[in-house]
């Protein structure tokens, strides 16, 4: 086989292939037509273009139909092994994608901190499961954004105005109820009023240091500054779990939120009750409280629904807009 001829024969397509063969089979241009689904012109465009490559009719008209050449005659059984070979490339693509169809990729969502142990329960029901199926919970982390725009994760909810061109981030709202929390036996429950904001600052306190948040000052120290109070001490945590043992062991007090406080009212040893909303005024005047951001691909490069993230992001608007009995 000549080089020419080679070149001639790469650059017809899988479909004229398909054509010679069902010509050759049923001895008809018009069955072939109706077997591959197309118009007569095209199976007439595509015999043409055989008889260019190939230099020869391949089919004399006869009154019983096609009748092939002797040359039809010695490509037939190589071409059958092409296209038999294109049936099974196409039934082993096929069984990948029915065996991974079955097997869904769980819904990937990033959240801050103290989310996790929160929306986990939310979206474990039946009825959850039913609308998102699989949902694996990451904690935010400085990187969760650029995994966003990179496909590896979904969606996220972040305390941080992850301001991009490529994410699209909305603002979910604020905290509005806040806790405080202390050991069952700490001297503050020995308080017959309402816990006020100087009371607290008579104790040592404790926060988890949220990034966005109170990483560079914590709304009750700049409280003490501006009121001139003297704080005994203040420390910072990063995690739940030091945050409990040290609220036990150091007679510390500290603030949850109403969503922590799903969290915080299970904890052995621990005691809380909520801040007056007089005193969370005053907490906040001039620090506002932790804002929670929806932070997503752009519409058109999403795999989930409108549906399934307002199902994640419902629980935690219904536990934002808590306000006091």
Known sequence: MSNPLLKQICELDVFTLLVFKSIFDTGHANSAA???NVSAPKISRCLNAL???FNDELFYRRQQGLKPTPLAESLYFAICQFTDSVYHLEQSALQIQNATSHVERPLQIAVSNGLLSFLAPQLCS????DELGQVRLH???ENSAELIHAGELDFGISLENTESKELTVSRLGGISMIYVVAAK???IWQVQTHISLEQICRHPFLCIELKGFNSRID????FCQRQGILLPSLEKVLDREEWYAHLLTMQSVAF???IDMHTVKHMPGLKLAPLPLTELHRLHDTIMPPQYYLVEKPRSHRRY?????ELVVSSLLTALSQTYA
Request: hydrophobic share 35%; with cysteine.
């Open 34 to 36: 109706k077997a591959l």
């Open 51 to 53: 008889r260019l490559t």
């Open 126 to 129: 039946p009825e959850a499961v």
């Open 139 to 141: 904690k935010w982390q």
């Open 185 to 187: 036996l700490h001297p």
């Open 219 to 222: 709304p009750l120290e700049l």
């Open 256 to 258: 949850c939120s109403g």
């Open 305 to 309: 629904s409108p549906a399934q993230c």
